[in-house]
T-cell receptor, first 113, second 115 residues
Framework: SQTIHQWPATLVQPVGSPLSLECTVE??????LYWYRQAAGRGLQLLFY??????ISSEVPQNLSASRPQDRQFILSSKKLLLSDSGFYLC????????????FGPGTRLTVL | AQTVTQSQPEMSVQEAETVTLSCTYD???????LFWYKQPPSRQMILVIR??????QNATENRFSVNFQKAAKSFSLKISDSQLGDTAMYFC????????????FGTGTRLTIIP
């Protein structure tokens, strides 16, 4: 069965520091991968998606970037964090075939102070 | 652009009762997917139920069922025999069958099951 991992689970970072969040998927190959952000009390907003290694599409201009160095690895980064980057970050992968559904990882809670 | 509206920010119901959560959406497309996700206090998003727009039959998953009204662009979730573990935020989401296939989410309904 497929499993999606995210780490770290919780992160507190000062303004201006760098960021690296990692997402890995097991049990599937060549998945579509997605990064979402959830601000407090709100729904999810798509940040980036990837259909393959090195292929990244950005949905919203922002202080963040994404990379996909391996088939089942998706990384969210920032060179200098802003207060507004605080939130809950969720990685998702999309199955194909008959179910064709996005499944989410456990998330990372990021607080920028 | 697609939009998803959940007009009930909070709801509460007694354990074992039935509750219905509302969702409306706006799109000009004819082929799409609708989802209900549950987000418990752990904050992991868990798929509850999925509906394909071309299917007229309403989806069901055990105690969870939907009322899909395509013409009215309505997609409500019914939870029967509610349980304490159903306490969570519930998000309605829409996905087209084209482009990046991103999920567009509503703002959520906080559901509390009262013992």
């Amino acid at each position: 069965s497929q499993t999606i991992h995210q780490w770290p689970a919780t992160l507190v970072q000062p303004v201006g520091s760098p960021l690296s969040l990692e997402c890995t998927v097991e049990g599937t190959s060549n998945p579509n991968l997605y990064w979402y952000r959830q601000a407090a009390g709100r729904g999810l907003q798509l940040l980036f998606y990837s259909v393959g290694i090195g292929q990244i599409s950005s949905e919203v201009p922002q202080n963040l970037s994404a990379s996909r160095p391996q088939d089942r690895q998706f990384i969210l980064s920032s060179k200098k964090l802003l207060l507004s980057d605080s939130g809950f970050y969720l990685c998702a992968w999309r199955s194909g075939g008959s179910t064709d559904t996005q499944y989410f990882g456990p998330g990372t809670r990021l607080t920028v102070l | 652009a697609q939009t998803v509206t959940q007009s009930q920010p909070e709801m509460s119901v007694q354990e074992a009762e039935t509750v219905t959560l509302s969702c409306t959406y706006d799109t000009s497309e004819s082929n799409y997917y609708l989802f209900w996700y549950k987000q418990p206090p752990s904050r992991q998003m868990i798929l509850v139920i999925r509906q394909e727009a071309y299917k007229q039959q309403n989806a069901t998953e055990n105690r969870f069922s939907v009322n899909f009204q395509k013409a009215a662009k309505s997609f409500s979730l019914k939870i029967s025999d509610s349980q304490l573990g159903d306490t969570a935020m519930y998000f309605c989401a829409f996905r087209t069958n084209f482009g990046n296939e991103k999920l567009t989410f509503g703002t959520g309904t906080r559901l509390t099951i009262i013992p």
